[in-house]
């Protein structure tokens, strides 16, 4: 299974962007990234998944090396409401236990006023 | 359009007994799956549904079930609680059980076990 390897927390200012790195060096070529973020006692929320291109939606931006080794996930402009545990992702393959999430222990995001 | 649904969403359970814990899945989505968090394991995921079959389990005994109906509603059973069944269970769902298919996770049912 590809790991990933994300520094355990982080602080941002607020207004400020926010940068989470995250390691994934074994990761095969068919193999998405995906973030996910979980704010105490709620259920992990899905925020971007890319394969190899940069993605951006209206929540995050991640930038995926050209070798695809690591990323990082961009918060363009931190509020105190994205402090959470900032999880990501390797979705393994395509067949039988491919298709679970395998969680580690995540970044997690302090957002300071 | 709704989120995935999850309930009950707190429980207190007694040691030995059983329990079950439905999810709705986001309308059209037909893989369901479950994942247990606790403080010592982290999120661990449990089994996969897909379109009514489990096509995935992970590393959880026999007294962890699952099945899911034709409306891709599903449920989880636990049997014979133990202490360590005390847990927020969390139910994702997806339109198809693919690598891009994006996972919604709803808010988790939260099981104490006395």
């Known amino acids: 299974d590809a790991k990933t390897t994300q520094p355990p927390s982080m602080d941002c200012a607020e207004g400020r962007a926010a940068n989470l790195p995250c390691n994934h060096s074994?990761?095969?070529?068919?193999?998405?990234v995906y973030w996910y973020r979980q704010i105490h006692s709620q259920g992990p929320q899905y925020i971007i998944h890319?394969?190899?291109n940069n993605e951006t939606n209206e929540m995050a931006s991640l930038i995926i090396t050209e070798d695809r080794k690591s990323s990082t996930l961009i918060l363009p402009h931190a509020t105190l409401r994205d402090t959470a545990v900032y999880y990501c992702?390797?979705?393994?393959?395509?067949?039988?236990?491919?298709?679970?999430?395998?969680f580690g222990s995540g970044t997690q995001l302090t957002v300071l006023p | 359009k709704a989120g995935v649904t999850q309930t009950p969403r707190y429980l207190i359970k007694t040691r030995g007994q059983q329990v079950t814990l439905s999810c709705s899945p986001i309308?059209?989505?037909?893989?369901v799956s479950w994942y247990q968090q606790t403080p010592g394991q982290g999120l661990q995921f449990l089994f996969e549904?897909?379109?009514?079959?489990?096509?995935n389990k992970g590393n959880f005994p026999g007294r962890f079930s699952g099945r899911q109906f034709s409306n891709s509603r599903s449920e989880m059973n636990v049997s014979t609680l133990e202490l360590g069944d005390s847990a927020l269970y969390l139910c994702?769902?997806?339109?198809?059980?693919?690598?891009?298919?994006?996972?919604?996770f709803g808010e988790g049912s939260w099981l104490t076990v006395v």
């Open positions: 994702a769902s997806s339109f198809g059980a693919f690598e891009g298919n994006t996972i919604y």
């Open positions: 074994t990761i095969s070529g068919n193999e998405y």
């Open positions: 890319g394969l190899k």
């Open positions: 992702i390797v979705r393994v393959g395509t067949s039988g236990s491919a298709r679970q999430l395998t």
């Open positions: 309308s059209g989505h037909r893989s």
């Open positions: 549904y897909f379109s009514e079959t489990q096509r």
